[in-house]
């Protein structure tokens, strides 16, 4: 079973809002990611955690801040953003990092309106 | 540099038709892999194929078949028979030994009834 599971599927938030987004796997993978993806644009990669440590932080502002509680949840806080922060957020997980081997498995997604 | 190029933006082919997905990559790694996912309008990622760079034999899924040729550096996407279902755009990948995989900028299908 290749699922990973995205909480809530549509988000409004104002500027001044502190909101979180989730993610969930079970099938025992223990890297994990968050891409943002604007519309008609490729995902692009935000963070990534392997074995529950921050292993990369493609240079995201700290107004996004992720946090990993363990081995199948991914949760990414979001505090002061901006209108341009506006996305898809996706999740995606894979069986490990550090290997070209490994498939990442993405979730459906959080569509993220900030007014 | 690594790369991947999808040249064409937005295709539109009536259904039953065949449509190919050209995707060209650059990448001065020998060890790589290659991907095809499919992102249907409600916005999930679907992995559709995986192949490394040591493998260069066609493959065929259904409808789906992928040409990977290392020599210009391609890995086109076929589907045969095209339905309705098949409308979504379609990004190819590349990842080395690191855990960033490249997009392409992706290919917009429209599968006309």
């Known amino acids: 079973d290749t699922e990973v599971t995205q909480t809530p599927k549509h988000l409004v938030m104002g500027m001044t809002n502190k909101k979180s987004l989730k993610c969930e796997q079970h099938?025992?993978?223990?890297?994990m990611y968050w891409y943002k993806q604007k519309a008609k644009k490729p995902p692009e990669l935000m963070f990534v955690?392997?074995?529950?440590?921050?292993?990369i932080n493609e240079s995201v502002p700290s107004r996004f801040s992720p946090e990993c509680p363990n081995s199948s949840l991914l949760n990414l806080h979001l505090h002061a953003l901006q209108p341009e922060d506006s996305a898809l957020y996706l999740c995606?997980?894979?069986?490990?990092?550090?290997?070209?081997?490994?498939?990442?498995?993405f979730g459906p997604g959080t569509r993220l309106t900030v007014l | 540099a690594q790369k991947v190029t999808q040249a064409q933006t937005e295709i539109s082919v009536v259904e039953k038709e065949d449509v190919t997905l050209d995707c060209v990559y650059e990448?001065?790694?020998?060890?790589?892999?290659l991907f095809w996912y499919k992102q249907p309008p409600s916005g999930e990622l679907v992995f559709l194929i995986r192949?490394?760079?040591?493998?260069?034999q066609n493959e065929i899924s259904g409808r789906y078949s992928w040409n990977f040729q290392k020599s210009t550096s391609s890995f086109n996407f076929t589907i045969t028979a095209s339905q309705v279902v098949d409308s979504a755009v379609y990004f190819c990948?590349?990842?080395?030994?690191?855990?960033?995989?490249?997009f392409g900028k992706g290919t917009r299908l429209h599968i006309l009834p």
């Open positions: 995606a997980s894979s069986h490990r990092t550090g290997t070209s081997t490994d498939t990442q498995y």
């Open positions: 099938m025992g993978h223990r890297a």
């Open positions: 955690y392997s074995y529950e440590k921050l292993s």
């Open positions: 990448t001065r790694d020998t060890t790589y892999y």
């Open positions: 192949r490394n760079s040591f493998d260069e």
């Open positions: 990948a590349l990842k080395n030994r690191d855990d960033k995989i490249i």
